[in-house]
């Protein structure tokens, strides 16, 4: 047996689209230990609470990343909103399920596109990516934004969708969905594919668990858990199940996220069949004062805000704990064990957002 | 939101109790207080989640509880490098080593942002 070296990774690597360093310690071209290190790009952006006031902080928020910036903003403003005791009008609640879940499919498609470019399949990479394209397009007319969006604010959204906008939204996701099941179905079926990510970097049901796995992550070990069912918005009055899958492994990620992203679709089908009539937000009056932790599920898995406020303008404290931060124990645990060779699969099987984790 | 305050010296007894009932630790987070540090620990079973508050002083330590929940690593390396709060005995510990900050404990008592 050789004698075990340290290889570098990151924090510039073609499979890495953002900033993270991992010490590999191998044994031939087997990974014996992984030791993370981040921090090239932290922003700071919690200390900026004590800058700006709390109803710009949400512009903030959103941009702690722009993948998942809808989602971040919402989760600020639901964290505030119950600190002041505010109720969002249920129209309101049903748009941001519909900017969430058009956020969901952007967000896994874009994964499954870097995906394909990891393990070399260049032309399915640029076919994912083209069908994210109609779905940003699709979520620049609803918001105004295809990064940030700045649709979610304190007290409920900015913008409305009328019918018109209502029936181009079905329609777009009826010419979309044989699209998307088409080119996913390579994804589950490909043998190229299925070699690469098949029996990769398995996690039990137990390891996930007690390593604090969230996301897909975790319901690709055959853990039910989706913040989602716990009802946030108007998620409780739109039928789901969570999605799991039982393997563990980098394939069974990958047929989570491809299963939610029909899933969102189908949500989006409810939420548009659903809109109640009435106003899209309520105004905001005073300061924030008290705190409140919410819990949202992101495309990556559950995000925590937790906000103190303490009845000025300035929060005392705004914490996000984003799922890449939660998903890096269990990475570790993977990574441990396996060849040289996967690594990237299974760093990108996690679906790292280093912007998120860099908040 | 509902929280339990417990004594330092009675922290790691606390969440070995929650740890033995299978709840998950959900976030480890800090807030500035006029003395040190107010630490919320946050767990998760069945979606109820459960927040743990204890408090750290300059010259105090809080108790690593790694040995229960080996992931509380990655934030208790964050709440020491970011806070500059102590916890003792941590067995994953970067020595400042897992953030690259430019100064230590950036988020830290008496650290105000400076204006560009």
Request: hydrophobic share 40%.
């Amino acid at each position: 047996m050789s004698e075990k070296m340290i290889m570098p990774f990151g924090p510039q690597h073609p499979v890495l689209p953002e900033p993270i360093h991992l010490s590999l310690v191998l044994q031939d071209e087997k990974v014996a230990d992984v030791i993370p290190s981040i921090g090239f790009i932290h922003r700071g952006l919690e200390k900026l609470v004590e800058k700006k006031d709390f109803q710009e902080y949400t512009f903030v928020a959103e941009r702690i990343c722009g993948i998942c910036s809808y989602i971040h903003g919402m989760g600020y403003c639901q964290a505030v909103e119950n600190i002041m005791g505010l109720e969002v009008p249920a129209r309101a609640n049903f748009l941001r399920v519909i900017g969430g879940e058009f956020s969901r499919i952007h967000s896994h498609t874009l994964w499954l596109g870097l995906c394909a470019d990891a393990f070399g399949f260049e032309s399915l990479f640029m076919h994912t990516w083209r069908l994210r394209e109609k779905i940003l397009d699709l979520m620049e007319e609803i918001t105004g934004g295809r990064v940030i969006f700045s649709h979610v604010k304190i007290g409920g959204v900015k913008s409305d969708v009328d019918a018109l906008m209502a029936n181009k939204i079905l329609d777009i996701l009826k010419e979309l969905e044989p699209e998307f099941r088409e080119i996913t179905s390579i994804f589950l079926d490909n043998r190229t594919v299925r070699s690469r990510m098949s029996g990769v970097g398995a996690l039990s049901e137990e390891e996930a668990r007690k390593l604090g796995a969230v996301g897909p992550m975790l319901r690709a070990s055959g853990v039910a858990y989706d913040l989602r069912t716990t009802g946030y918005a108007a998620y409780g009055q739109l039928d789901f199940e969570p999605i799991v899958e039982k393997d563990g492994d980098c394939m069974a990620r990958c047929q989570v996220r491809i299963r939610e992203i029909f899933q969102s679709m189908d949500l989006i089908r409810q939420a548009v069949g659903r809109l109640p009539a009435g106003p899209i937000d309520v105004p905001v009056k005073g300061n924030p004062d008290g705190e409140f932790m919410a819990r949202l599920e992101q495309p990556r898995g559950e995000v925590v805000y937790y906000v103190k406020a303490n009845g000025t303008k300035m929060l005392d404290r705004m914490r996000v704990r984003t799922p890449t931060f939660a998903n890096l124990p269990p990475l570790i645990q993977v990574l441990k064990g396996s060849d040289l060779a996967d690594v990237p699969v299974l760093i990108l099987t996690i679906d790292p957002c280093i912007s998120c984790t860099e908040r | 939101m509902q929280t339990e305050t417990v004594e330092t010296g009675g922290l790691y007894a606390r969440v070995a109790v929650l740890a033995s009932w299978g709840y998950r630790l959900v976030q480890i987070s800090c807030t500035k207080t006029d003395s040190g540090m107010e630490l919320t620990y946050s767990f998760e079973k069945d979606y109820e989640i459960l927040h743990l508050r204890t408090y750290w002083t300059e010259d105090g330590t809080i108790p690593s509880i790694q040995a229960l929940y080996w992931c509380a690593f990655i934030y208790e390396n964050e709440i020491a490098e970011l806070f500059g709060v102590t916890v003792a005995d941590m067995a994953v510990d970067f020595k400042g080593q897992l953030y690259k900050t430019a100064r230590p404990s950036p988020f830290g008592a008496g650290i105000t942002i400076q204006e560009a």
